[in-house]
């Protein structure tokens, strides 16, 4: 019941930090089993939560309330959680690096964007009415970033929010549901459920639920929308963002020094785990060596380790499993002669080394790979039409990125690739609230872009008519793929 919440303040209340190694116990007193959660980068355990138990999801679906209070005052409490993020950035960069393996840049990144949808959303609030309650489903690899931003969305406009975090990820979720708590947010209006794929299918399987936000892969995400189509009610938003098999065409006019640093950062920041992350580099083939040669270089300048050290450039992937699929791939490859540069991974934690592998275009990736591993393909300038054609026919429509010096050349180019974030002689990762909105087409999402102007509609309680078309427009979008 809501008053059993209440007292608890949050459900997951008892919480305790310990010198090194860092010990997080959100531990609710009733609740199902105790999950561990490890350091990726030393295996060290950074501390445990208990996962929810059918009565706990039960009580949380029958406690959420809609955030009863002013589009000014919910503005004013979304404002005070973004400076307690930023007073509190020590413990928060700590969870993120041993949770979830990031490098400090990454985490200075990562706060950073948090604060800024906290803000952006704030500052935007419609006069629409919520939907209801909201599920709100985040990945590990912005455990800070995509879960606040969209508890912020759909807080903003007023909804009960029901957060449930990555399961590698829960110790930094539940430190910003309890920033967002002492900022004001009521915590009928947001719980936190850590938890795996049954929780998510729980979740967004209840007719409570009035719509979902969910950022993941698009597997699971296409699972969500059949689910929600059998059991919310009709109209109910979907706002997925997902994969991406995203490309890079550098060509003959490239700078080649430009084109190494984007790529190095595209592909390898943050171990290669980002839906942005470049997965398939076409060099054109008058500059293929030069650039190649430039890259392995930059590779071995990249120091591999522990996140939480100043120098260190890539950390950790997330966890064995993840490790176990990404060198399955690269021993395919190099069982094939493919491997085109090798280095050694750091011992002790799940990391591996950035590697680069030959293709003979992006139709040989079949899904994406989440880590350091670039594939390489060469084109001739009379097959730049194919390569076109070729990345726009996996389907997937996040980011691309293209290096050349012709003016024209970036508008035939742009106006041919379908993706949602075009990046022009620069990095194709790293969008910016407000600047960059995020999102993708096709299999990579059903948009609204995240940190953008319409984001926020997608979280109110639409007329019939909109609803309905919204629903087909995100349906269709998804369903027109293989
Ligand atoms: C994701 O990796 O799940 O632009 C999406 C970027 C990030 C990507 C977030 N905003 O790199």
Redesign the pocket.
């Known amino acids: 019941t809501l008053a059993a919440i209440d007292t608890a303040r949050a459900p997951y209340a008892v919480h305790q930090w310990a010198a090194a190694p860092l010990i997080a116990s959100p531990l609710s007193a009733a609740g199902g089993a105790e999950h561990p959660v490890t350091n990726p980068a030393n295996l060290t355990q950074v501390g445990t939560v208990r996962l929810p138990s059918d009565a706990d999801l039960d009580n949380a679906l029958a406690a959420a309330t809609p955030w009863q209070a002013s589009a000014a005052e919910r503005a004013d409490v979304l404002n005070r959680a973004a400076d307690l993020y930023e007073e509190n950035y020590g413990e928060l960069f700590a969870l993120l690096a041993r949770e979830a393996g990031k490098t400090l840049a990454d985490c200075v990144a990562e706060l950073r ?1 948090a604060v800024d949808f906290l803000r952006y959303y704030a500052a935007r609030i419609p006069a629409e009415d919520p939907v209801g309650v909201f599920t709100c489903i985040s ?1 590990w ?2 455990p800070l970033a ?1 879960f606040s931003g969209q508890i912020a969305a759909a807080l903003a406009v007023g909804n009960a929010v029901i957060a449930k975090p990555a399961e590698q990820t829960p110790l930094i979720a539940y430190r910003a549901v309890s920033l967002l708590h002492e900022a004001g947010v009521p915590v009928s209006a947001l719980q936190l459920l850590p938890g795996g794929g049954e929780v998510g299918a729980a979740l967004t399987s209840d007719p409570r639920v009035g719509g979902v936000a969910f ?1 993941g892969s698009t597997a699971t995400a296409l699972k969500i929308r059949a689910s929600m189509a059998d059991n919310l009610r009709p109209g109910a938003p979907l706002i997925a ?1 997902t994969g991406g098999l995203n490309a890079m065409i550098v060509d003959s006019t490239a700078l080649p020094e430009q084109a190494v640093q984007s790529i190095i950062e595209s592909a390898f920041q943050s171990a290669g785990q ?3 992350a470049l997965r398939c580099l076409y060099l054109q083939d008058d500059i293929a060596d030069t650039v190649l040669k430039m890259l392995k270089g930059a590779m071995d300048a990249l120091n591999l380790g522990d996140p939480w050290h100043l120098t260190t450039d890539s950390g950790p992937v997330i966890d064995d499993t993840a490790r176990a699929g990404i060198l399955a791939h690269i021993d395919t490859a190099r069982a094939e002669g493919r491997v085109l540069k090798e280095m050694q991974a750091p011992q002790g934690g799940t990391f591996v080394a950035p590697t680069l592998i030959s293709v003979p275009g992006i139709s040989a990736l079949k899904q994406e790979i989440f880590g350091p591993v670039l594939h390489v393909a060469r084109f001739k300038s009379q097959e730049l039409d194919k390569v076109i054609d070729d990345i726009n026919a996996t389907g997937y429509g996040l980011t691309f990125g293209l290096h050349t010096r012709i003016d024209d050349r970036v508008q035939y180019i742009c106006d041919r690739i379908h993706a949602g974030n075009l990046y022009v002689n620069r990095n194709q ?3 910016i609230v407000g600047s960059q909105p ?1 999102g993708g087409e096709g299999l990579s999402g059903t948009g609204p872009k995240a940190g953008g102007p319409l984001y926020l509609s997608r979280f109110c309680a639409p007329d019939r008519q909109r609803a309905d078309s919204n629903w087909a427009e995100g349906a269709s979008e998804m369903s027109s793929l293989p």
């Open positions: 964007e990945p690899n912005f995509i950022t963002e980002r839906c942005s990762i790293g969008a995020f």
